[in-house]
């Protein structure tokens, strides 16, 4: 059975750096993309960017670009997602979730962690 | 960015009956497209890829329709465990987006 698991909640000061895992079990870790999602308290859900867990390749919203950082650790079958530069409005829980394949829906999700961003 | 819009953003049903959820894409996607339901406090779940492909476990009262830039979630027979906000999301192109979401209510 496959289970991604993610990191517990964080708590962070504005302007600070938040750095999320998320783990996979079950499965060949290779092979397929882990996209990471924003979802704001009440509100719909938002890609961040990926990592191809097969070269370490990474893509960004543009949104993002510059204070997010995906990673893979193939050695531990981990991927980490760094976002610098906290403001308020970056309170949500995010997911990790990973695309089996190539084949393009996110097949298996992480149970989401939530960042608290506040002074 | 391809913009998705959900139609309708709210509805309330009663079990039994036969839901429709509608996703239309801003420019052809063909059917680069996957519709996930999501519980509170919980992740998204896939149900559909491919516009119209049931993903394994999956009830089959829930079915798929569509390409280009309309598309059609259905619930055959509403049933109590189905209450949740459903959301589509394209994979043909960078950014991946996601529809605004669809909350349905059992009545």
């Known amino acids: 059975e496959v289970q991604v698991v993610q990191s517990g909640a964080e708590v962070k000061k504005p302007g600070s750096t938040v750095k999320i895992s998320c783990k996979v079990s079950g499965h060949m870790f290779s092979d397929n993309l882990m996209h990471w999602v924003q979802q704001a308290p009440g509100k719909g859900l938002e890609w961040m960017g990926l990592v191809d867990l097969e070269n370490g390749k990474t893509k960004y919203r543009e949104k993002f670009q510059g204070r997010v950082t995906i990673i893979a650790d193939t050695s531990t079958d981990t991927t980490y997602m760094e976002l610098s530069s906290l403001r308020a409005e970056d309170t949500a829980v995010y997911y990790c979730a990973e695309e089996q394949m190539l084949r393009g829906p996110f097949d298996y999700w992480g149970q989401g962690t939530l960042v608290t961003v506040s002074s | 960015d391809i913009q998705l819009t959900q139609s309708p953003s709210f509805l309330s049903a009663s079990v039994g009956d036969r839901v429709t959820i509608t996703c239309r894409a801003s420019q052809g996607i063909a059917t680069s497209l996957a519709w996930y339901q999501q519980k509170p406090g919980r992740a998204p779940k896939l149900l559909i890829y491919?516009?119209?492909s049931l993903q394994s476990g999956v009830p089959s009262w829930f079915s798929g329709s569509g390409s280009g830039t309309d598309f059609t979630l259905t619930i055959s027979s509403l049933q109590p465990e189905d209450f949740g906000t459903y959301y589509c999301?394209?994979?043909?192109?960078?950014?991946?987006?996601f529809g605004q979401g669809t909350k349905l209510e059992i009545k």
């Open positions: 491919e516009a119209s």
């Open positions: 999301q394209q994979f043909n192109a960078y950014p991946r987006t």
